[in-house]
């Protein structure tokens, strides 16, 4: 649509002039003409967002992304990735969100892809990382993207590299303890979190963290349960670790970690067995969406009541996903009805 702008013929402004000043309302005077279409229009209210992308679905590995904004209460499909990816790390750094890594179904990838919000495009001029990583975990601390673990296609890695968006660049830091893939990561008090996983002989209830500081590794309490491919968030100054999958099952259970006693306990068990799930906290609700559940690729999300001390069904995604990413973005709410 074109717009044409012109100067207004002296018969449109003219008469303005020519009003007395006595007419003119004064500043004072506009409080007791405000009504409800004259109120001060309030500021546009932000929101939380929740994308899913990637996973595992119909026996596929699915490049689709969607994203679910509590204020409609709807799951709407947006741009699609590049690649397909299965077992990709994702987060969300500057308001961006970043898919890692991952399976495309043929082959391990090391390529990264940057999704804006408010263009609805992913972009692929981001460095890829310096190993192929599936099954990866994601996280930001300080302004940097961190990849931890995985597995390449030969081995489970211990290598933990981290993104500079500044720099475009990858660096390498200290590599954990243990190889990890299935790795659950989280960040809490300037520290991340590396959780669960799998050294590939067996699932792993052990938990270390990451010092920035120190470049360095320290083994903390571990799990109660045994999890890889689980799902980790935080929530309430605590670290959440639900579903993934021990020597033998699937599981529901859930247990949570308090960084303030250095201790895991138990939470009550979600409503359905979730391995390869997503956790979240949007708008201040804990959420597990999606997974396996030994039987069937799963797109029914879960909330956490810790009031009630129970999860609920809330609904469910477009697509069943397994080993799909999950990322949390605040924006206005045009922001978020641009596309």
């Known amino acids: 649509m074109s717009v044409c702008l012109c100067s207004a013929p002296s018969s449109w402004w003219a008469p303005w002039a020519l009003i007395p000043s006595s007419r003119v309302m004064k500043n004072a005077e506009r409080p007791l003409m405000q009504g409800p279409r004259t109120r001060p229009r309030k500021p546009i209210r932000c929101g939380e967002v929740l994308f899913a992308v990637g996973g595992w679905c119909s026996g596929d590995a699915i490049s ?114 243990t190889r990890r893939l299935g790795v659950a990561v989280a960040v809490l008090g300037g520290f991340l979190y590396a959780v669960g996983g799998s050294d590939g002989t067996s699932p792993l209830n052990t938990v270390e963290r990451y010092n920035p500081q120190e470049n360095r590794w320290h083994t903390i309490a571990p799990m109660g349960t045994r999890r890889k491919h689980l799902g980790c968030a935080v929530y309430q100054d605590m670290i959440y670790a639900v579903g993934g999958r021990d020597d033998t099952t699937e599981l529901s259970s859930a247990e949570r970690y308090n960084p303030r006693t250095n201790q895991w306990s138990p939470v009550v068990a979600m409503t359905s067995r979730r391995s390869g799930v997503g956790l979240a906290v949007v708008n201040g609700q804990l959420m597990a969406v999606g997974g396996f559940d030994g039987t069937t690729y799963l797109k029914t999300i879960e909330v956490f009541d810790p009031d009630a001390n129970t999860w609920r069904l809330y609904g469910g995604m477009n697509y069943r996903r397994l080993g799909g990413g999950v990322g949390v973005i605040k924006m206005t709410h045009c922001e978020s009805h641009i596309w």
Request: glycine letters at 10%.
């Open 64 to 177: 689709s992304v969607e994203r679910y904004d509590p204020q409609t209460n709807e799951w709407r499909m947006v741009a699609s990735m590049s690649k397909r990816r299965c077992g990709v790390g994702v987060s969300v750094l500057d308001d961006l969100l970043y898919a890692v890594g991952g399976h495309d179904g043929s082959s391990y990838l090391n390529s990264v892809e940057r999704y804006d919000p408010k263009t609805n495009q992913w972009s692929s001029d981001v460095a890829p990382t310096s190993t192929c990583r599936t099954s990866v975990g994601v996280a930001v601390l300080g302004g940097f993207l961190y990849a931890v673990g995985g597995q390449d296609g030969v081995s489970c890695l211990n290598i933990v590299e981290r993104y500079d968006p500044k720099e475009n660049k990858w660096t390498r830091v200290a590599s954990m303890s």
